[in-house]
């Protein structure tokens, strides 16, 4: 079984994140743990397998 961490988003990001869900239903996130967990593993997994720059190494 998975461990989790908490992390602390702002508070708009998860409002907005809600209202996807929400509006886009045929998405099948049930709530925005779902959400974030998927956006976060396909982010790493895009880092992870390309060149792509980090969000510190664009500044």
Do not use: C, W
């Amino acid at each position: 079984m998975p461990k989790y961490r908490t992390v602390r988003l702002p508070e708009e990001l998860v409002k907005s994140i809600k209202k996807i869900i929400k509006e886009k239903k045929e998405l099948g996130y049930r709530n925005h743990s779902e959400f974030i967990i998927d956006a976060t593993r396909r982010r790493v997994e895009k880092l992870l397998s390309t060149n792509q720059k980090t969000y510190d190494e664009e500044k």
